[in-house]
């Protein structure tokens, strides 16, 4: 595997334009379920006072992890990326510019899902909205739309009221 990339956040957040039904999954623990190769395995490696162990999944945190994570799930929904799907590492955007296409487009998912034995942290997963939060940005029909969360500090600013506070 050479030099993998991470995508560009912008794009996805950009392509949820004009679509009505929008559905936002996560994968449950998703380094977790993705297994490395017996030859990979002993690269992850590490010694405790009770012996020598290696991982036989992906561990978060090593240096390519997320890149390789990405090229996988690129590689499982290939059909739907781009078209009613847009994928960053483990957090996963359903979407269909009918709400009457939802349903199938949902179902496409996970039949993927299901194909590879891809679990859903079903805390994280909302299905079937016309807004909400994919990587950190508010997105609906329209776009991108400030997050709340993120501008409170600024919409709690009290207005100046002297020169001074000014």
Do not use: W
């Amino acid at each position: 595997m050479c030099n993998p990339v991470l995508p560009r956040i912008e794009q996805f957040v950009n392509s949820t334009a004009g679509h009505e039904a929008l559905s936002f999954m996560d994968a449950y623990s998703g380094y977790n379920q993705i297994k490395l190769d017996p030859e990979d395995q002993e690269h992850t490696s590490f010694m405790t006072d009770q012996g020598l162990y290696c991982y036989n999944v992906l561990p978060f945190g090593l240096k390519n992890a997320g890149a390789t994570y990405q090229q996988l799930v690129n590689r499982m929904f290939s059909k739907q990326i781009g078209r009613t799907m847009e994928v960053y590492v483990d957090d996963m955007l359903v979407k269909s510019l009918k709400q009457g296409d939802h349903l199938a487009d949902l179902q496409e998912t996970f039949s993927v899902l299901q194909d590879y034995g891809m679990k859903l942290n079903p805390e994280k997963c909302v299905f079937c909205v016309g807004e909400g939060k994919f990587l950190g940005f508010m997105v609906n029909h329209r776009g991108i739309e400030a997050n709340p969360e993120k501008i409170r500090a600024i919409l709690d600013l009290k207005s100046p009221r002297t020169f001074k506070d000014i």
